[in-house]
């Protein structure tokens, strides 16, 4: 089982008992709108189903501050060997970096583990957020396009990027 350590946090397969916290933090309407593939409202069954698909893939895990579940983040391999990077976090817990050093940690994790990952992500325009953090990790931008929201039920705008940075251990650092 995975386990990745940062300064302040720990990323890892979420237990059971966190079901409650996952349901409350991304049933939140400011967490929610930004996440491609979240219902809202956000219900136990819907953690349920995910706590499901997240134990089948190996690096889909949730970041924990000391014992508090704060978020989740991942990276999913598509069928042409890429890697999809993506997160989120609680609101209670923006605005402090968190999103960044567990990225940093996961990335970290991917160059030293996996042959030679290529990484891309996507975020929804407007949120700003979560476009710098993908910028500090090193993602560039490549292109827009558009993705379905099930929280808001319409595609939206999004931008789409690519991990850029050498591979090697120090840029995440």
């Keep these: ?12 397969k979420p237990e059971d008992d966190d079901k409650e916290a996952i349901v409350e933090q991304i049933g939140d309407w400011e967490v929610a709108k930004w996440l491609s593939r979240v219902p809202h409202p ?12 997240i134990r089948r893939q190996q690096l889909s895990l949730s970041i924990y501050l000391g014992s508090s579940l ?35 940690g996961l990335l970290r994790y991917a160059v030293e583990n996996l042959d030679s990952p290529s990484i891309n992500s996507s975020y929804m325009q407007g949120n700003s957020a979560s476009a ?29 990027l690519i991990l850029k940075s050498s591979g090697r251990r120090q840029d995440f650092d």
Aim: glycine share 14%; with cysteine.
């Design 132 to 160: 710098n953090v993908l910028s500090k990790l090193g993602f560039e931008e490549t292109g827009k396009g558009e993705i379905y929201c099930v929280s808001r039920q319409e595609s939206v705008p999004s931008m789409t």
């Design 42 to 53: 956000y219900t136990a069954e819907d953690a349920d189903d995910w706590f499901k698909i």
């Design 1 to 12: 089982m995975i386990e990745i350590r940062t300064d302040r946090l720990v990323l890892k």
């Design 70 to 104: 704060i978020g989740g983040i991942g990276l999913t391999e598509d069928e042409d060997g890429s890697y999809e990077f993506g997160y989120w976090l609680g609101r209670n817990y923006w605005g402090h970096g968190y999103a960044t050093e567990a990225g940093a």
